[in-house]
Structure formats: C-alpha cells, structure tokens
C-alpha cells in the first residue's frame, strides 16, 4: 500500500509565507509525477504545480512567480514553498503522486491540508 501524507497548512496573513510538505510512503518502485493541487472554497479542484520526474515543472499562471516546488526523490517528498500568499490562494491542497507498483501506474492522493490566507 502506498500513503501520502501532507503537512504545513496553516492560516496566514495576506504576504505571509507556508511550506507545504507531502511524503510518500510504502511499496514504491518509482515516481512519474509528483504534484498539488487545490480546491478552493465552492470550487473545483485545480492543478498548482505538478512536477514530472527527471522533466518539467508546470505552474498555473495565478502561482508562477510566487510558489516553487522542490523534490527529494531519495526520500519520495515534495515540498511547495508558497510566497506573497492572496486571499485568493486559500484552498484546501492536495498532493498528488504517479506511482509505480509491480508494474502498474498508480495515482494516489493525499488527505488534504487547508491553507487560509486572511487579510
């Protein structure tokens, strides 16, 4: 069985800062994508930064300049470092992971981490 778990979520200020954390956890023979996402108050859920292995990082135009992600692939965790938070990037995120087990492409969630930016 394979596990991610987030950490960091927090309530900030408007220009505070957070460091999201997701590590993922069990029978792991490689990672494609690592990734989060987000859903936002009444909202559907959207792609942040998604990061594919050894590939490229992709970034929604509303966090490109302010959000960075980074990797350790030795220890299978993501990190997003989120800068100049908006009222707008309050959302519950989620990580988001491509794994393969025996074999098979899996995709796998993690339980959410809320992030509420006041001003």
């Known amino acids: 069985q394979v596990q991610l778990v987030e950490s960091g979520g927090a309530s900030v200020q408007v220009g505070g800062s957070l460091r999201l954390s997701c590590a993922a956890s069990?029978?792991?023979?490689?990672?494609?994508?690592m990734g989060w996402y987000r859903q936002p108050p009444g909202k559907q859920r959207e792609a942040v930064a998604v990061?594919?292995?050894?590939?490229?990082?992709n970034y929604a135009d509303s966090v490109k300049g302010r959000f960075t992600i980074s990797r350790d692939n030795a220890n299978h965790t993501i990190y997003l470092q989120m800068n100049s938070l908006k009222p707008e990037d309050t959302a519950v995120y989620y990580c988001?992971?491509?794994?393969?087990?025996?074999?098979?492409?899996?995709?796998?969630w993690g339980q959410g981490t809320q992030v509420t930016v006041s001003s």
């Open positions: 988001y992971a491509r794994i393969l087990r025996v074999g098979v492409w899996y995709d796998y």
């Open positions: 069990g029978s792991i023979s490689r990672i494609n994508v």
């Open positions: 990061s594919t292995t050894g590939v490229s990082t």
